[in-house]
């Protein structure tokens, strides 16, 4: 069964780093584009990034764009999410989401790790 | 960019009644790019509905989907108890951003 496990939340001061991994088993991780998705305390979600199959497109919302950056290493099944230059409304769950066929949504879902950003 | 609002922010309902939950468009769209998602405390999302009214694997077939152009919409025909959760409608597009609307609670009356 599709399998995505994130890791790699926790408390960062603003202006910090930190990186997010993604692990994905029971499909074909380098045939499906891949998907960042936050969701802040009490809030609704908002997607962060997308990066294709092979990984050679990405694309960003504006609040993260030159801040964040989505890459996968398709020989280790890994979605990453690096992220720097931190500031207080980057709190969040992160969740690592599968594209789906065609436009079919995001199909499949990881559990999520939380990020919190606290002087 | 698109911007979804969903409506009611929060329905209150019994089990076994039918819940209607509505997506509106600030501006129309192609229903192959409408999707529905479904929530539960402490979890992540679920699919439900892709391209306006397409079950997702596994959805049970009292979730339905309608709409086209700017306004879409979510039904439960019979609520069971654990349909109970927040709902979210997306805009799932040619090119992003991929926006979800601010979402409906649906809760136990």
């Known amino acids: 069964q599709v399998q995505l496990v994130e890791s790699g939340g926790g408390v960062v001061q603003p202006g910090g780093s930190l990186r997010l991994s993604c692990v994905a088993s029971?499909?074909?991780?380098?045939?499906?584009?891949m998907h960042w998705v936050r969701q802040s305390p009490g809030k609704g979600l908002e997607w962060v990034a997308f990066?294709?199959?092979?990984?050679?497109?990405?694309y960003y919302a504006d609040s993260v764009k030159g801040r964040f950056t989505i890459s996968r290493d398709n020989s280790k099944n890994t979605l990453y999410l690096q992220m720097n230059s931190l500031i207080f409304e980057d709190t969040a769950v992160y969740y690592c989401?599968?594209?789906?066929?065609?436009?079919?949504?995001?199909?499949?879902w990881g559990q999520g790790t939380l990020v919190t950003v606290s002087a | 960019e698109i911007v979804l609002t969903q409506s009611p922010g929060t329905l209150s309902l019994s089990p076994g009644e039918r819940a209607t939950l509505s997506c509106r468009a600030s501006?129309?769209?192609?229903?192959?790019?409408l999707t529905w998602y479904q929530q539960k405390p402490g979890q992540a999302p679920r699919l439900l509905i892709y391209?306006?009214?397409s079950r997702a694997t596994g959805i049970p077939d009292r979730f339905s989907g309608s709409g086209s152009g700017t306004d879409f919409t979510l039904t439960i025909s019979r609520l069971e108890p654990e349909d109970f959760a927040v709902y979210y409608c997306?805009?799932?597009?040619?090119?992003?951003?991929?926006?979800f609307g601010q979402g409906t609670k649906l809760e136990i009356k």
């Open positions: 990066i294709w199959y092979d990984g050679r497109n990405e």
């Open positions: 989401a599968k594209k789906g066929v065609g436009w079919g949504g995001f199909d499949y």
């Open positions: 997306q805009h799932y597009g040619i090119s992003p951003p991929y926006t």
């Open positions: 501006q129309s769209f192609s229903s192959s790019y």
């Open positions: 029971g499909f074909t991780f380098n045939s499906h584009g």
């Open positions: 391209g306006a009214s």
